[in-house]
């Protein structure tokens, strides 16, 4: 972990202020630049929201040479950028089982799951952010959220048939862009699920109900980031969401793959624990289902469980079947994993606002229906 030194004695280690992806440098140009001083061994951004990245020399007369030619000085390339040096001290983070945090779909390797980084602009995600605290908002146990075009519910795990009106306008432009993308298949967007997270404040894992919304589901991430981790039986991961980017989970991602959010303050990102934002919106967008699902995964699937249900086992009269889902793996709700392998290592309660369907046979246990 990296921390800004209150001395002026020199170090290894160099905090650059008003640089980085937020402000338009990425780390692999900033990295062949700073090399031209002397070895580069790590170099991280702390927030992907905030102008400050930290580097590490492998001596401190590289990083003195890197302070004498760039301390409040203009980056090379971005003349309109002044930096401004600190030396700083590292320490080693403390050793926790921690999942490696991806940043790109590719390296994430989730069949069905795309990230889209920036795909509205900052003055959109403002414009985002004022419409919706212009609206009315309905508390949960531990978030608030904001319903449109359908209500879900939460108790019964299900969306509300009876429709509440329109989307609101100030989502429109980013709906139309929406609509443009390859995944939605032509469907139109009819159903928006806003939101609000506090540092603390997860989802418990879950698989959206089949039966309530099509495939694909998608979520804008505004006013800042946060670690969203899947699993599937024992295989688990986890992906970075900066602000703005736009998540997608398309066909196995969407109905197989339980996606949750830890409830913890902080994550661990490129070496360094970072704190989670004040305050982060996201924008689920979906397509309500009329009729019951077909898809692929029915051990994932309510509509074919309770199809399945219908139907008289051999030599033994029809009988319910409990509308849950069924897996053999271990439904610990955990904040921190191993890396890489998934045996999860601290355990948390779901939170009041995601419930199961049902009640869990003998010798199985359940996975849980829900929405964020």
């Excluded at 031209?36 to 003195?64: I, N």
């Excluded at 197989?256 to 902080?266: G, L, N, S, T, V």
């Amino acid at each position: 972990m990296y921390f800004r030194s209150h001395s002026k004695q020199s170090t290894p280690h160099l905090c650059l202020c008003n640089c980085g992806p937020a402000a338009g440098l990425e780390l692999d140009i900033l990295r062949n630049i700073l090399a031209e001083f002397g070895e580069v061994v790590r170099l991280v951004t702390p927030a992907p929201e905030k102008p400050v990245v930290y580097v590490s020399f492998d001596s401190v007369l590289s990083a003195e040479r890197a302070f004498a030619a760039l301390n409040k000085q203009c980056f090379p390339g971005f003349e309109n950028r002044v930096l401004a040096l600190r030396y700083a001290a590292y320490r080693e983070p403390p050793q926790e089982n921690w999942l490696t945090v991806c940043t790109t779909s590719s390296q994430l390797a989730v069949p069905g799951l795309k990230l889209i980084l920036n795909f509205i602009t900052e003055e959109e995600e403002q414009a985002l952010v004022e419409g919706i605290d212009a609206g009315s908002w309905s508390p949960l146990a531990k978030r608030r959220v904001q319903h449109y075009g359908f209500e879900f519910s939460y108790k019964e795990c299900d969306v509300e048939r009876a429709p509440l009106g329109e989307l609101p306008p100030w989502v429109e432009s980013t709906l139309q862009r929406v609509h443009e993308l390859e995944e939605l298949c032509e469907q139109r967007v009819d159903q928006l699920t806003v939101n609000e997270y506090s540092p603390g404040v997860g989802i418990a894992p879950h698989i959206d109900t089949h039966s309530a919304f099509h495939s694909p589901l998608l979520s804008l991430s505004l006013a800042g980031h946060t670690v969203m981790e899947f699993r599937r039986g024992q295989d688990h991961r986890a992906l970075l969401l900066p602000a703005r980017s736009l998540l997608i989970l398309s066909n196995e991602a969407r109905y197989a793959w339980q996606h949750y959010i830890p409830h913890r303050k902080q994550d661990m990102l490129a070496s360094e624990i970072v704190r989670r934002p004040p305050r982060r919106l996201s924008l689920t967008l979906r397509v309500v289902r009329e009729g019951p699902c077909a898809c692929s995964f029915p051990e994932h699937c309510d509509s074919q469980q309770q199809q399945r249900a219908k139907l008289p086992e051999e030599g033994m009269p029809a009988k319910s079947m409990p509308h849950t889902q069924m897996l053999s793996a271990s439904p610990t709700l955990h904040s921190q994993g191993p890396s890489p392998g998934p045996a999860p290592s601290t355990s948390q309660p779901p939170p009041q606002d995601l419930v199961q369907h049902g009640a869990p046979a003998v010798g199985v246990l359940p996975v849980q229906h829900g929405a964020t």
